[in-house]
């Protein structure tokens, strides 16, 4: 569409512009300290939305921070897609190891340094553009809303409620993302699938008070050791969860679709460089991506007991505690992990030791539909724009789709132009300008290709 | 020895307002705040030794506290008993579970209530006044020499130095120490075992900073479900110690001395209700008395890594950190456990973790040979004021009698006067006049006793 591209050419000064104003505003929804901002950074979205043409924008008080919604409704009768974004940014420590200001965008190498530029306010500001562009172009041919949080960081605790008290206002045909990264401009991908989380929380309990393990030791069940080999009985030497029917519900991938998975570069050497470490450690006979995308993981997050203190003192310890978490995958219920793990820790819980456990989280995983519509669209838009069909790859965790799928029953699909060294979270974040405007052009492409198929349809 | 009862009855009451201003004084060895009361106390008790009548007495500068010296030898040719004890005290938190000032001694139901009351002041005490009695009714026969330090309760960082830089001074034919319990008094026993000591810790690292657990997790080896697999191998389904080689030293108990051992009264129902537990748990096929006096033992005292905090954060450590004891028993030496311990876990780390162990402490086991004259003294002695033959137990630990043995060749003997519910080392510490005058009758036939048996043989 060269009407397009010649809007975006005329317009894109402007357009980064903007997007540093929003980068300034330091929305880390994490600390209390910028409340402020957060707010100044829901209204600057607020502002933005109406800009580029949206209308009955509104700011949505939550029990945390605020939704901004807006909408364009062409016609009630076509498809609508619902954009999901978010302003808030992870803290920007260790401030020392930035070669910026993280809160001051500075474009070095044709990429903008800032905390946000890639995680989300880089990628949100895509969708309004596109947004601004398809309405001053005439050329938006389907509904578009959006639905913009300010606590995805921090696990976005009221945007379940949100959503289901508003699923009128919601209502659309498919979600959209941007809010992930694909391989390379060379080797588009979209990630179709995201592992669900189960969260748990232990507490062994011993002897009634901390002992002298020179008197007791050998006697009296140490909840330290207990615990340890809870944690080494949910593994077998295969390093298979060795929880009896954990696996029960695993969708099993067909070779089919292992084999396309595989088709995502890989490079294991730099993979394990990056990390510091020699080896990868993981359930035999899965290859690294397979490992973190289509299986379940345990991992202890947190372990503490005892004398954790300077020197050596001799306790045998009264209490111990672990935090561990399931990344589960599709059809796994989180529910009824949270009860496998339970129950197969308290079989191996020794008499003479208490257990409590506190579940923490339970978030379903996802996978978005590769024959669904809202799949096919993104994939077409991809092949447009980069000029390469899209590798399906699956990674990461995070229960938002799994929200939006469980609240208003429609597809959610991850169409992200991240790269995966774009330092979301660390220091020197950043997102390239061919990144932002290649995915402007592409979301465009997006919400054409979408309606086209659903009306066809 | 009429004569011996009648000093101590006109003299009681001194005896014990001497006692009281000993446990007035907060000798807290573990707490800065107190190093003008360590002073005073080391002070007093060279004083109250030189108002006992020993000669030669000194206070020792060490690296750390002093040491108090004396000595009363009558005859350079007579036989010379060694006396240590320990003029500190534990810290005496939590205040708000003392029924009384634990530095304001008082008699309850024939108790002396205070800090220190049992250990040590009040046992050690009873060593200076039967020196006093024995000088005043002229019936020391023997040679007697103290060395009262005031560090044990930080581990006697430099006892072995001062006793390897004064083996002239120190020199005897073996070591009284009276720092632990009988059973009762109609049980009296004499504890000849004294296990050692290895104390480890483990830093472990996985990849270079704290991952994601959604991304990472699975394929990247987690510090701390590796740490658990190796506590885990540090025992068998029967609760032995698993490590290859640990039993090949173990001085294996006679079925003989086990049913000696064996008769010892043990309670289980009360041993598990003051520790609050439903169930032992140790190794198969040995008592618990058995556990903790004659058979090693491996506790984690410490663990940490992760996230410890409040709430839910899917962190896959890079890091994970214990600090792991092993209780031994003649004859294991502390420096072959303490590399096949580290051996064994190393043997238990997968490619792509990495190991820091870092030796902290290694003790080594004691036990009075019980054809020793000095145990026969002890448990002739015993035998004279109690009227029962007393019962040899093994148990506790603590690096002191291999200190002496090893530095001066000497067998070293606990008698000790307190009982297991003393208190020591918690809030209420107290001991009973009863055991502190029968103590000071005991230790007056123990030196007669032991001479007799040196100068016959």
Redesign the interface.
Known sequence: MQIWKEYLDNNKDRFIAELFSLLRIPSISAKSEHIAHMKECSEKIKFYLLEAGADKVEIYQTAGFPVVYGEKIIDASLPTVLVYGHYDVQPAEPFELWNSDPFEPVIVDDKIFARGSCDDKGQLYMHIKALEILLKTNTLSSNIKFCIEGEEEI?SPNLESFINANKNLLKADAVLISDSAMISFETPSIDIGQ?G?V?I?LELT????D????????????P??I?????????DENNRIAIPGFYDDVLVSSAEEREKLALAPFNEAAYREE?????????KDFS?NE??GI???????????????E???????AK????I?V?TVPNQQSKDITALLINHLRDNL????TLKTQS??GIEPYLTPVESNVYKAAAKAIETSFGKTPVPVR????GIPYLFENGLGIHVVFMGFGFDNDNI?SPNEKFGLENFYKGIETIMHFHKIFKDLNVTK
Request: hydrophobic share 35%; aromatic share 8%; with cysteine.
């Open positions: 696990g592992r989380l969260y929380e011993g002897p009634n008070r002992l002298h393990s020179g008197i007791y030791g050998g006697a009296v069940a140490n330290i050791n615990l340890s080999k809870m944690i080494a009985s949910l593994h990390l510091g470490i020699t080896n990868l450690y993981g359930e690294t490992r973190t299986r379940p993981s345990i991992d202890v997050n947190g372990i503490w007991g005892g004398y954790t203190g020197g050596a003192k001799t306790v045998l310890p111990a505690f672990a935090k978490s990344r020794p008499d003479g030791v923490r989280l990674c990461g965790g995070g979270h």
